[in-house]
T-cell receptor, first 117, second 110 residues
């Protein structure tokens, strides 16, 4: 079954509005989660690192005021796309690391399709 | 993390073994080889990982060369549902982030 879950899987919003995407680790705690963005026929690009209890760290070129990240608990990180524009339409994916007997394994959520109209 | 090189695309007949190569010539001693796949419109799915020994699980086998500079992911009996982009990624066990390259687009054909 799923280890990391995202919600919603698909969302359509109007230009200028904000939309929130949730990422949950289902049976483990994750002090760090990662947010990726993927455009059609391209590979995943890391946007930011979500740190529980502290500020997120953003990759170069990613606007922190536009992509707000909150990691309020050890099992939940949220990404809020503020004042969305059509060019923000993309596939957003989160990941979290689970520690086990075989070491650390990174699991991904199912992804969230955002369409801004 | 070390960089990896994969062929951009491969075809495989349904029911046959799919062998996906990956070159990671700059891999360092403490870095693992991870394989993920991404089926269209879904998040990446973990397949398998290894350090230097060959590994097998219910999904696939991972063969790592003795010098660790390359590896091969083997899907023993490919099905149409195995059509996906397969990513080979190298990272240290302590790292939490993955850097994705272009991957290999595997097309399983009837």
């Amino acid at each position: 079954g799923a280890v990391v879950s995202q919600h919603p899987s698909r969302v359509i919003c109007k230009s200028g509005t904000s939309v929130k995407i949730e990422c949950r680790s289902l049976d483990f705690q994750a002090t760090t989660m990662f947010w990726y963005r993927q455009f059609p026929k391209q590979s995943l690009m890391l946007m930011a690192t979500s740190n529980e209890g502290s500020k997120a760290t953003y990759e170069q070129g990613v606007e922190k005021d536009k992509f707000l990240i909150n990691h309020a608990s050890l099992t939940l990180s949220t990404l809020t796309v503020t004042s969305a524009h059509p060019e923000d339409s993309s596939f957003y994916i989160c990941s979290a690391t689970k520690t086990g007997l075989a070491g650390n394994t990174i699991y991904f959520g199912e992804g969230s399709w955002l369409t801004v109209v | 993390d070390a960089k990896t090189t994969q062929p951009p695309s491969m075809d495989c007949a349904e029911g046959r073994a799919a062998n996906l190569p990956c070159n990671h010539s700059t891999i360092s001693g403490n870095e693992y080889v991870y394989w993920y796949r991404q089926i269209h419109s879904q998040g990446p799915q973990y397949i398998i990982h290894g350090l230097k020994n060959n590994e097998t699980n219910e999904m696939a086998s991972l063969i790592i060369t003795e010098d660790r500079k390359s590896s091969t992911l083997i899907l023993p009996h490919a099905t149409l549902r195995d059509t996906a982009v397969y990513y080979c990624i190298v990272r240290g066990n302590a790292g939490n982030m993955l850097t994705f390259g272009g991957g290999t687009r595997l097309m399983v054909k009837p």
